[in-house]
């Protein structure tokens, strides 16, 4: 596969988050898909992965994720964006947070790889600290 398929198959897991439809993900993520996250160790596989979507659709419903940058190279994609969205769901883990109401803005990168046509496998990263500091979770950094 081209760069090009490759570039075109993350516009379309954007897609994916910003209308919280977790069907495309069976043709766009491989069926062995694994999502590296310090962040997310409920999140290893491709059924992890729709079922973060889905939550997170129950967190921000309003959620859009911008690609910002991007960078390709032979069967990798360098991707920076942001998130924005408004807080109206109740987080659950680690330990129950009530729903704010309050909108963010928060970056992330991620690298992807790909093989045969579909995301084999992605490392992911994301500004947590400043979505909770916006939330009112953290004090604001001094």
Same mark, same amino acid.
């Given at each position: 596969?081209?760069?090009?398929? !490759? ?6 897991? !954007? ?128």
């Amino acid at each position: 596969m081209s760069i090009e398929n !490759n570039m075109e198959l993350l516009v379309r897991l !954007n897609e994916c988050w910003n209308q919280g439809n977790v069907a495309p993900l069976d043709e766009i993520l491989a069926p062995d898909y694994i999502h590296h996250d310090p962040g997310r160790p409920d999140v290893r596989s491709r059924e992890d992965y729709k079922r973060w979507v889905t939550e997170s659709h129950g967190l921000f419903p309003d959620l859009q994720i911008i690609g910002e940058d991007q960078v390709a190279e032979a069967d990798k994609v360098v991707t920076r964006w942001t998130f924005h969205g408004t807080n109206t769901g109740a987080f659950e883990t680690p330990a129950p947070l009530p729903a704010t109401g309050k909108k963010v803005a928060f970056t992330g990168m991620n690298i992807y790889r790909f093989s045969e046509g579909r995301i084999v496998e992605e490392w992911f990263l994301e500004d947590t600290m400043g979505m909770l500091r916006q939330l009112g979770f953290m004090p604001e950094a001094e």
